[in-house]
Antibody, heavy 117, light 106 residues
């Protein structure tokens, strides 16, 4: 079936980086873009950026400009999101989601990232 | 950036009630407005896209309407499984979510 499976939970110290993976299966990987959305504990959803799985083009939210990098490995049908210079406010669940023409029709299960000294 | 504002932030209702949630955009987003449902500990689920289109498998008690800057999500007869948090999202210019509306059982 069509699914996105994310890597497991991470615990990082302030100032470190984290790289989360999102493996796609069950559909033509290069046809869609993959977006990243995060959700801090008890808070709403925040869009971070996207990558075109086809050509690798990216666009990032201004809120994360310079700290986030989204890449894809076509042969592995996997997208990666790396966030650097972590601070406590980056503690959140990070989701990848497939963008289908209008909206996010498939979501990953989420990856909890905890930033703590 | 386009700001999305939902109201109310929370809502209590009975099973069987008709419920409406509003989403306003700070500028026109045409019909590039989507709604998601999220249950605790789960990823969001697409409920409505392009203002009023239901993806396959979404019950017909859910409906969306509006255009430009004012949109509504209506649940015609609340079911126990509908108690969740609902988010609107614009995809007209970049991507922005509303702050969410938590729908609780009364």
């Amino acid at each position: 079936q069509v699914q996105l499976v994310q890597s497991g939970a991470e615990v990082k110290k302030p100032g470190a980086s984290v790289k989360i993976s999102c493996k796609a299966s069950g559909y033509s990987f290069t046809t869609y873009s993959i977006h990243w959305v995060r959700q801090a504990p008890g808070q709403g959803l925040e869009w971070m950026g996207w990558v075109s799985a086809g050509n690798g083009d990216t666009k990032y939210s201004q809120n994360f400009q310079g700290r986030v990098t989204i890449t894809r490995a076509t042969s592995a049908t996997t997208v990666y999101m790396e966030l650097s210079s972590l601070r406590s406010e980056d503690t959140a669940v990070y989701y990848c989601a497939r963008h289908s023409q209008w909206a996010y029709d498939i979501w990953g299960q989420g990856t909890m990232v905890t930033v703590s000294s | 950036d386009i700001q999305m504002t939902q109201s109310p932030s929370s809502l209590s209702a009975f099973v069987g009630d008709r419920v409406t949630i509003t989403c306003r955009a700070s500028q026109s987003v045409s019909n590039y407005l989507n709604w998601y449902q999220q249950k605790p500990g789960k990823a969001p689920k697409l409920l409505i896209f392009a203002e009023s289109t239901l993806p396959s498998g979404v019950p017909s008690r859910f409906s969306g309407s509006g255009s430009g800057t004012h949109f509504t999500l209506t649940i015609s007869s609340l079911q126990p499984e509908d108690f969740a948090t609902y988010y609107c999202q614009q995809s007209y210019s970049s991507y922005t979510f509303g702050q969410g509306t938590k729908l609780e059982i009364k």
